[in-house]
T-cell receptor, first 113, second 111 residues
């Protein structure tokens, strides 16, 4: 596609529920990144993929967070047993390679009640 | 740990003014510094800087990097209301592939 797309654009969920966020990177981009942006904060790195593998998961805040990427394309970020502090905008970015500039999607705004 | 500090935190100017946004950083094994513009949700890429002293320019925007003093500036000349946004600075190093972001400068242009 023309750019990175993410779905849903907004998600409201109840505390304790699981949520799944989706990212479609730019076609041909091998690197894919997930970030989180809380209100008034900078972007916080969560995880990145090179192809289907995730060499760096150091940014995942807890074991409730997981991500996968299949076919070198679409990625899903799953948050289990959501907590109110998980409320944030979750941004996905892709790049031609790990040394290239990253292009961001529009994000998913997650609200945990 | 890599660190990025942006200043000012916010800036309000009149249309037509020139602004300079600052980004200082601490990083081991520096690879690149990037500037993004964030209007609503998606940050849009502006510049990637890897070498000192070489200005990158795009229309009214320009940026330069000083690797000795560990900072970069983003200049916007003849500002327009459409320049109102949060401007984010980020760095990357050769040790890992993530970007480390500053908290941004919120720029507001008054007509």
């Amino acid at each position: 596609g023309a750019g990175v797309s993410q779905s849903p654009s907004n998600k409201v969920t109840e505390k304790g529920k699981d949520v799944e966020l989706r990212c479609d990177p730019i076609s041909g981009h091998t690197a894919l990144y997930w970030y989180r942006q809380s209100l008034g904060q900078g972007l916080e790195f969560l995880i990145y993929f090179q192809g289907n593998s995730a060499p760096d998961k150091s940014g995942l805040p807890s074991d409730r967070f997981s991500a996968e990427r299949t076919g070198g394309s679409v990625s899903t970020l799953t948050i289990q047993r959501t907590q109110q502090e998980d409320s944030a905008v979750y941004l996905c970015a892709s790049a031609r390679g790990i040394y290239n500039e990253q292009f961001f999607g529009p994000g998913t705004r997650l609200t945990v009640l | 740990e890599d660190k990025v500090v942006q200043s000012p935190l916010s800036l309000v100017v009149h249309e037509g003014d020139t602004v300079t946004l600052n980004c200082s950083y601490e990083v081991t094994n520096f690879r690149s510094l990037l500037w993004y513009k964030q209007e609503k949700k998606a940050p849009t890429f502006l510049f990637m800087l890897t070498s000192s002293g070489i200005e990158k320019k795009s229309g009214r925007l320009s940026s330069i990097l000083d690797k000795k003093e560990l900072f970069s500036i983003l200049n916007i000349t003849a500002t327009q209301t459409g320049d109102s946004a949060v401007y984010l600075c980020a760095i990357s190093n050769f040790g890992n592939e993530k970007l480390t972001f500053g908290t941004g400068t919120r720029l507001t242009i008054i007509p």
